[in-house]
Nanobody, 122 residues
Framework: QVQLVESGGGLVQSGGSLRLSCAASGSIFSINAMGWHRQGSGKERELVAVITTGGSTNYADSVKGRFTIYRDKVKNTVYLQMNSLNSEDTAVYYC????????????????WGQGTQVTVSS
């Protein structure tokens, strides 16, 4: 089993900042990438940011310049620093890990955290 434990969500005023954390544990042989997705009320889940094992990052256009994703490989933890938050950022944020549980695995699988609520008040 792979467990992803998220923390850091909450209520913040517009213009404020939050930092989300996601710690991965369990049977993990290799990690291809870790990232964050979000789902607002009545909206589809969307990619927010992702970081590969090599350190490459990718961001949704809506968060570029405001959010930063980084990772502690030793702790298998990924962080999302969110600055200049606005009401459009209100959503449940889900941590994602793409990787393999054993050296015998032939494909990467996606694992998800339970989600953490971020609410931005105007």
């Amino acid at each position: 089993q792979v467990q992803l434990v998220e923390s850091g969500g909450g209520l913040v005023q517009s213009g404020g900042s939050l930092r989300l954390s996601c710690a991965a544990s369990g049977s993990i042989f290799s990690i291809n990438a870790m990232g964050w997705h979000r789902q607002g009320s009545g909206k589809e889940r969307e990619l927010v940011a992702v970081i590969t094992t090599g350190g490459s990052t990718n961001y949704a256009d809506s968060v570029k310049g405001r959010f930063t994703i980084y990772r502690d490989k030793v702790k298998n933890t990924v962080y999302l620093q969110m600055n200049s938050l606005n009401s459009e950022d209100t959503a449940v944020y889900y941590c994602n890990l793409r990787g393999r549980r054993s050296p015998l695995s032939r494909v990467d699988l996606d694992y998800w955290g339970q989600g953490t609520q971020v609410t931005v008040s105007s």
